[in-house]
């Protein structure tokens, strides 16, 4: 990656950056009280292993979208944070399992997806270089013995036949001291994984085969409501508005009206906000799975009129997600334009923050030329470019304007973290059988 690539900052639309500035400034002058806040909620509630957040940058608004447990990605995080990765993890282990020094990670069940292998690998990577024994254990079905794959970077992985022997998992003779879960469990609970002595992270119950989109946006409206009351703004501001429907039957036609209900709710409250704030744009929604990734069951709508003229192609696209599995549940969610464009073509961009524990270690862009403000970027054509952190998103430079590189930055990182107080929460209310 090119140098002036590590320090470029995507374009945001002029006109906009008013509001955005406001908002960004307001942050900034609270900086103390945020991270006194945030300190004290790390201390009732313990931060998620790992998660990235998928934010937008409206101008006017900047609310994070969608938020995953099991992060792929690490391999298009900017290299020179490495070291803030390693600490990060260090500090996880502390707090997830002290003594721990063997992990069994376990993925995807990918032998072709090289993307997701490279970020595989610098996960793992990351994991050695904070002192742990990493073995690779598959939940492919038919692997009977080691399978190593070279990697288009150099990198390699070998994907291992997990063993259970009573409730102790194991690779050939490697037993770990806790299983960490990269493999989001689209297609349900590997029984393997069930009723395990070691400890599994994150915790079975967070994956999609359980977790809602709707619940981690009901925390996440409690945790932008006590922000919001802390700095003193308006919660919508970096609150998305939602509602959920469940018993969706896109192919049958079923539950049409409950959708239609909702999404004709939800733009009308965006609508009052958009006459509040003067904002001179056309208020949509995101239909999507309830639960769910890799960019799936997605459809941008401006009008209740365009659910009741889905074509066939359309409504067989929004009824099965990963692996075949039915979607019967939709969160319906207001669409946050993002007004940032990377580059000389001024490809549509988004900022993804990771973050492990309870840091943020980096992030990059998701950049998307065929893309347009109001559609969802995580779609084939899209590439990806490291977020410039100066040190890291908690290090504003007070001296330059609010958006300047570290500011901008510096905003992420706050609205990222409240995301993940938000899974937090998630992670305690699983963890006491809630």
């Known amino acids: ?33 945020i991270e006194q806040w945030l300190r ?47 600490q990060a993890t260090q500090s996880a282990m502390e707090h997830y399992c002290p003594k721990a020094r063997r992990i069994l990670l376990v993925p995807e069940s990918h032998t072709r997806n090289l993307f997701y292998l ?38 390699s992985v070998v994907l291992e036949p997990l063993v259970r022997e009573d409730n102790q998992l194991r690779v050939g003779d490697f037993s770990p001291c806790f299983v960490l879960l990269n493999n989001d469990m689209s297609g349900g609970r590997p029984a393997i994984l069930e009723n395990l002595d070691q400890a599994v992270v994150p915790p079975l119950a967070l994956g999609w085969s359980n977790r809602l989109k709707s619940s981690h946006f009901t925390h996440y409206r409690r945790v932008a409501g006590e922000f919001a009351r802390l700095v003193a703004i308006d919660p919508w501001l970096v609150d998305p508005i939602f509602r959920n429907c469940g018993q969706i039957d896109f192919q049958q036609r079923l539950g049409e009206e409950c959708l239609v209900t909702n999404v004709a709710a939800v733009l009308e409250q965006v609508t009052q906000k958009y006459h509040e704030y003067g904002i001179d744009q056309q208020p949509f929604v995101i239909v999507k799975a309830d639960a769910g990734t890799y960019g799936m069951n997605i459809m941008t709508v401006h009008s209740i009129d365009q659910l009741r003229e889905l074509n066939r192609k359309q409504r067989t696209k929004m009824a099965r997600g990963k692996e075949g599995h039915l979607v019967n549940d939709v969160i319906v969610q207001e669409g946050v334009y993002t007004f940032e464009t990377w580059g000389e073509r001024q490809a549509t961009a988004e900022p ?36 410039a952190f100066e040190d890291s998103c908690t290090h504003p430079d007070h001296s330059r304007a609010p958006d300047a590189q570290p500011n901008r930055f510096y905003a992420y990182g706050v609205i990222a973290r409240l995301a993940l107080l938000a899974a937090a929460r998630e992670l305690h209310e699983v963890s006491l059988g809630g």
Request: glycine share 8%; with cysteine; net charge negative.
């Open 118 to 155: 490279e970020s595989l690998a610098a996960l793992k990577k990351i994991l050695e270089m904070a002192g742990i024994q990493v073995r690779v254990g598959s939940l492919i079905a038919d692997l009977k013995e080691p399978l190593p794959i070279t990697l288009p970077s150099g990198s």
């Open 1 to 33: 990656m090119a140098i002036e690539h590590l320090h470029a900052v995507p374009h945001l639309t002029t006109a906009l950056t008013g509001p955005l500035q406001q908002l960004e400034e307001h942050l900034l002058s609270h900086q103390g009280d």
């Open 352 to 387: 993804v923050v990771y973050m492990i524990d309870r840091y943020v270690v980096g992030g990059f862009y998701r950049v998307h030329p065929g893309r347009g403000r109001d559609e969802n970027l995580n779609m084939p054509g899209m590439s990806f470019e490291a977020l």
């Open 40 to 86: 004290g909620q790390w201390q009732e509630t313990k931060a998620p292993f790992y998660a990235s957040v998928d934010l937008r940058n409206a101008g006017f608004k900047l609310a994070p979208v969608d938020t995953n447990l099991f992060p792929a990605g690490f391999n298009n995080l900017n290299p020179a944070f490495l070291p803030l990765c390693v």
